[in-house]
């Protein structure tokens, strides 16, 4: 379904450039037709190329089973009937050239070199089948011709390049949600491991460790509240640590789930006096929290490790916040170590 749509949207940013190339065009092909004496059979064609082929080939890619291949199809369309269009016109310099720029301009920032070399090939062929059909005749750019053209050398651009910035801008946000997605606990909404490790091994390089926390806590007893009630009242346990955590802390403190149900935080300017008395109130406020939420009083460990020279790593921070968050665990549970 993600790939159906996304060539629905693939379609959709050609569309409109469609329309506007083909409307752009057609001045440079009529005043030939009508200057030149050509076949007024090429009237009738050109009012259906501007009226209906735009439209045709977006209803097409949206009813087909892959849009992005076909509406690729239709790029090559574009391409033939360009080669079409400048045999028309007697291949005069100056139209020919504006009009068969513009289509390959389209196709190098829709797909590349390759795209380009393709279209380069079905203008020719273009040109090949009209010659077979008509006789091209060569005609010199006229002044009334080059005229014709300014519209289009002058507003197709600007048209390609607008699309072109609101794809790579598509692009962007994608990039962004993948890599918020890609650092964020699908449960909680927190920073996950990943984000952490990388964290930890930058704040260890520079000189914000100092005076700074690492924290790392869990919930006493976590087994047997999923052993007892089922691992989605465990879940629901974890997600309100998590909000009374967001509500508890700095904005500029990094909290994240590590794994389970251990949590990690990691704060800078603040003391162990501090650090403890904003553990204990988030002790008191997840003990009411979860009351409330499960008739049940949950209590929460912790281990407060700080930066010092004796540390020559992140890892080595991170296990010694590990070490005392087991020594609460020993001595009793629901309560903080620090170093």
Known sequence: MDKWQSGIRFAKRMYYPRIAGTLLCSPIIFVSIIQFDQPKILIFALALNVLMWPHLAYRIARQAKDPYKTEILNLSFDSLFCGLWISSIGLNSFGSISMSA???????????????????????????LYGIVFDISLQESPASSAWASLPLLAIYPMIVGFASYQLASELQKTKFTLKSLSV?????????????NQTLSDFAESSRCMNSLLILMDIDNFKKINDSYGHDVGDKALCLLSETLKNSLRPDDVIARFG????????????QDQAVKIISRIQCAFKENSLD?????????????????????ASQWFIRADQLLYKAKVNGRDRAEVN
Do not use: H, K, P
Not at 184 to 196: E, K
Not at 293 to 313: P, R
């Open 260 to 271: 389970g149900d251990e949590f990690c935080i990691i704060m800078w300017n603040t003391s």
């Open 184 to 196: 964020t606990d699908d449960l909680t909404g927190l920073l996950n491991r990943r984000y952490v």
């Open 102 to 128: 513009m289509v390959i301009l389209n196709t190098i920032a829709t797909g590349g070199v390759r795209f380009m070399r393709r279209g380069v090939l079905l203008q020719a062929l273009g040109v090949f």
């Open 293 to 313: 939420a499960f008739n049940e009083s949950l209590s929460i460990s912790a281990g407060i490790a700080s930066w010092d020279s004796t540390l020559e790593s």
